[in-house]
């Protein structure tokens, strides 16, 4: 069971921006650095926001990521085609020393 | 390039066992904490287990404690997910994965997957 919430789903046009929140805790986001997962459809999941806002290389800088308090942000801009997919926050859950992920959001280009 | 293969999975009965393996090259294995992350079909990602980079440390969700072994040979660049009593919920896709520290814990590069059916 996920203790992050995330949108079920986000959709915009193309070229436009999206962005998709991530709310936890401080026993998770509150206390810990947030990641970013991009899972294209029948494809595994990839790293694509660390540490709250870093991008590994090779992701473009359309894709950002923030947190304020016990939430996070991904926000995606000049939106393609090729960015439908599922998008999952992560962090660690110190307490319980467990990984915990987001329930996912769907992100539709009109 | 960093790879992880993953292996192992198949159809098994409820209560059995089965054995995954993650083969990991490209590089150096014994740096990295290591990680299983699993999918049920339609469903989100689930966090299983993770092991630290010596193979002393491993870490468990409440799912599959008590169920699942995790396990490395960082003399043969492999990482072993041991499952014993299955149930019908664990059926999804297993990813093998690294785990990386910079400010926070993270997972990094992702193996494609290895499907775990429990059903009789």
């Known amino acids: 069971q996920s203790v992050l919430t995330q949108p079920p789903s986000v959709s915009a046009a193309p070229g436009q921006k999206v962005t998709i929140s991530c709310s936890g805790s401080?026993?998770?986001?509150?206390?810990?650095?947030v990641s970013w997962y991009q899972q294209l459809p029948g494809a595994a999941p990839k790293l694509l926001i660390y540490d709250n806002n870093k991008r590994p290389s090779g992701i473009p800088d359309r894709f950002s990521g923030s947190k304020s308090g016990t939430s996070a942000t991904l926000g995606i801009t000049g939106l393609q085609t090729g960015d439908e997919a599922d998008y999952f926050c992560?962090?660690?859950?110190?307490?319980?020393?467990?990984?915990?992920f987001g329930t996912g959001t769907k992100v539709t280009v009109l | 390039e960093v790879q992880v293969l993953e292996s192992g999975g198949g159809l098994v009965q409820p209560g059995g066992s089965l054995r995954l393996s993650c083969a990991a090259s490209?590089?150096?294995?014994?740096?990295?904490?290591m990680t299983w992350v699993r999918q049920a079909p339609g469903k989100g990602l689930e966090w299983v287990s993770a092991v630290s980079s010596s193979g002393d440390g491993t870490f468990y969700a409440d799912s599959v404690k008590g169920r699942f072994t995790l396990s490395r040979d960082n003399s043969k660049n492999t990482l072993s997910l041991h499952m014993n009593t299955l149930r019908a919920e664990d059926t999804a896709v297993y990813y093998c994965?690294?785990?990386?520290?910079?400010?926070?814990?993270?997972?990094?590069?992702w193996g494609q997957g290895t499907l775990v059916t429990v059903s009789s």
């Open positions: 401080s026993s998770n986001i509150g206390n810990n650095y």
């Open positions: 490209g590089f150096s294995f014994s740096d990295y904490a």
């Open positions: 994965a690294t785990a990386r520290y910079s400010s926070d814990w993270y997972i990094e590069n």
């Open positions: 992560g962090t660690w859950h110190a307490s319980l020393s467990i990984y915990v």
